[in-house]
């Protein structure tokens, strides 16, 4: 499903992503783990294309996408949970829901299934998404990502600042997203072991180089918990 090949990516002149390879599949979550500092956000930014790439490919669906846009890369099928949320906040929750739907038709409802995957958001339609909880801001963000059926969702550190409870109820969401096949899940993350208990595929990097990759049941045994260890 998507399929990232040498990307090199800088900052005036400092170089952040250094020949970074990635793939994901469907079905399967592959988590990006690795201190602070070391790319995992620009790389995220850098696959939907809000920031551009120096040199390399990205391929989605098997079609280049490294010069499309953050509107065509979200037309063809990628949703993006960023770090912090980014949720609206003078807009009320289905406004929100509804940014996540900006690109097609007006008349196009907001999918029930994100209440049956995130129920506290029914019942908070009205309220407007400043007055929600950290917890609850981050659910919507991830509602807002999938309200469009996408088939590669991508997530910035979902569980930052987040309480123990909500955190627990976004993994079982995540894994029940990739168990139905249909998608495609890359996971940045710092919690390693909310990082190990999904991941299907693992990637460690290190001053913007991949320096380790594997399955996720071998990431104990691979040492991984070391690599990130600040």
């Known amino acids: 499903m998507l399929n990232v090949t040498n990307i090199n990516q800088y900052?005036?002149?400092s170089h952040i992503l250094r020949d970074v390879n990635l793939q994901a599949e469907l079905g399967k979550i592959t988590v990006v783990l690795g201190r602070n500092g070391v790319g995992k956000t620009?790389?995220?930014k850098s696959l939907m294309g809000l920031i551009p790439i120096k040199t390399g490919a990205i391929e989605f669906n098997n079609k280049p996408i490294q010069n499309a846009t953050p509107f065509e890369r979200a037309r063809a099928g990628i949703g993006f949970v960023p770090q912090g949320r980014e949720i609206f906040a003078r807009l009320t929750v289905e406004e929100n829901l509804r940014m996540g739907l900006a690109y097609k038709p007006a008349s196009?409802?907001?999918p029930p299934e994100l209440f049956e995957l995130f129920p506290v958001l029914k019942q908070m339609l009205q309220r407007r998404g400043g007055d929600l909880s950290g917890g609850q801001q981050q659910q919507l963000a991830i509602?807002?990502?999938l309200?469009?059926?996408?088939k590669l969702l991508m997530l910035d550190e979902p569980t930052e600042g987040i309480q123990p409870s909500i955190i627990k109820d976004i993994g079982r969401v995540i894994r029940m997203l990739a168990d139905r096949g249909d998608m495609a899940i890359v996971l940045v993350e710092q919690y390693y072991d909310f990082a190990q208990e999904l991941a299907d595929h693992y990637v460690v990097m290190e001053r913007g180089a991949v320096r380790a990759q594997g399955l996720g049941r071998n990431m104990e045994a691979d040492g991984v918990r070391q690599m990130v260890a600040i």
């Open 42 to 44: 620009t790389l995220l």
């Open 11 to 13: 900052y005036g002149g």
């Open 143 to 145: 509602a807002r990502a």
């Open 147 to 150: 309200a469009a059926g996408p």
């Open 108 to 110: 196009t409802p907001i």
